[in-house]
C-alpha cells in the first residue's frame, strides 16, 4: 500500500503500474489517488460508513481526476467529504442514491396514479392534470426529482405569474402537493427537501363580474343568433388567411346542447362541470330537481326553475349525458369537454368579451340579491352549505327555493328576450 506526499510532483510523477493502484496521501487518511495500467488517474476517498470498525465495508468514493482537479483543490474536497462521514453522513451511498433517483416525469406519473386519481374528484383531477402536462412536465419533467431547486420553482411562479397569477399560485401548490408525496412515499431520497416551500404567492384579487340587464338581452339576441342565423365573423388582419370563405359564408353557428348549456348555467347558477357532467338519470322531471351526486361541495340537489325545466324538457335525449358531446350515444361516451368555442364566439358578438363562463354563476347570483331574496335561500341555490344539510333538508325547502329559483331565472330570461 503505497503512502506518499500527493502534491504537484509526487502525482506527476507516479510510476506506471500494471493492476490498478491506489496511492494513498501521508497526511490525510483516506484521501488517495487511483492509478490504472491504462495511465488513467483520480482522486478518491476510501471509509467505513455508520460507525466504522472493521466489521464494516470500506466504501470508495471518486472525486474527480488530476485534469479537473488540483491536488490542493482535491484536498480541500476530501477533507469535506471526510468530515461529513465523521458525522454520520455517507457520501458514497448519498451520490448513488442520487444517481438512482426519478425524475420528475416518472415521479408525477407516479402522484397521478397512487395519488391523484384514486382520492380526487374528477374535476381536481382534470384542473391538476393540465397543470402538469401545460407547465410542471415542461419545466421539470426530463430533471432528476431530487435536483429541482426553490430557485427553479420559483422561476416557474414568477413565469406564469406575468399572465395569470392565480394560475401561478395553483401550479406551485401542486408542486409542492407532489414532492410532499414523493417525500412520504420514499420515492425521493432521503434528506430531500421540497422546493416548492416557502415560495409567496402572489395576491388574488377576487374577481366580482356579473350581467347587468342590458348585457343578458344582447346575450340573449347572440345565443338566438348563434343558434339560427349564425355569428357573422371577420378573419383577422393580422393574420394571413389563404383561403377565408366568402363574407355571405362567414358565420359560426352552434349546435343546441350548446346554447341548452349555456343557458342553464344561467338559470341555475350551477357550475360548469355540474351542467357537463350532467346525467338525464339525474333529472327528476316530476319534481324538477337535479340530484348532483359528486358536485364540488359533494352530493347537491339542484331546484329548477320553469325556464331551466322547459330546456330540459324540449332537449333531445342522444346519450347518458344532457349536454351531449362528440361521443353521445357510443359504448365510451363521454362528457362534453368544454364550451370554449361557442362561449367565446357568443360573448364576443353580445360585446361581453371580458365575461366568464363563472361569470353566469355570479349572475344569478346578483339577480337574486338584488331581488331582495334572503341570502341563505340563495346560498342553498347555489349549493354553498355542507352536502349532508343539503340532503337533509331539501324536502322541505323546495317550495320556497322554487318560487326563488323560478324569480330569479324569470328575470333573466325576460331580459334575454328583451322584456
Known sequence: ????????????????????TIF???????????????????????YRPGEGGRRVSKRRMVIGTPATLSPEKAREAAETLLARVKLGEDPAAERGAARKAETVDELLDAFIEKHLEPKRKAGTIRLNRGYIKN??????????????THSDVDRLHRKIGETHSVTANRVVALVGTIFAFGIKTKALPKGTE?????????????????LIEEELQRLGDALREAETVGIPWEPDPSKKTKHAPKPENRLTN????????????LFTGCRLREILDLRWKEYDAGRGLLFLPDSKTGQKTVV???????????LPRIGAYVIAGESAGTKDEKPRADLKRPWDAVRRRAGIDDVRIHDLRHSFASVGAGSDLGLPIIGRLLGH????TTAR???????????????????????????
Open 1 to 20: 500500500m503505497p503512502i506518499l506526499k500527493l502534491g504537484r510532483r509526487a502525482v506527476t510523477g507516479l510510476p506506471a503500474v500494471t493492476k490498478t
Open 24 to 46: 494513498y496521501d501521508n497526511t490525510l487518511t483516506g484521501f488517495g489517488v487511483k492509478a490504472t495500467p491504462t495511465g488513467a488517474l483520480s482522486w478518491i476517498i476510501e
Open 135 to 148: 407547465h410542471i412536465r415542461p419545466a421539470f419533467g426530463k430533471k432528476k426529482a431530487n435536483a429541482v
Open 194 to 210: 421540497n422546493p416548492a416551500a416557502g415560495i409567496e404567492h402572489f395576491d388574488e384579487q377576487l374577481r366580482q363580474r356579473y
Open 254 to 265: 352552434i349546435d343546441q346542447h350548446a346554447a341548452a348549456a349555456l343557458r342553464l348555467l
Open 304 to 314: 329548477l326553475s320553469a325556464p331551466a325545466i322547459a330546456i330540459l324538457d324540449t
Open 385 to 388: 352549505t355542507q352536502a349532508s
Open 393 to 419: 333538508y331539501a324536502h322541505i325547502a323546495v317550495n320556497p327555493a322554487k318560487r326563488a329559483a323560478d324569480l330569479i331565472a324569470g328575470k333573466i330570461a325576460d331580459a334575454m328576450n328583451g322584456k
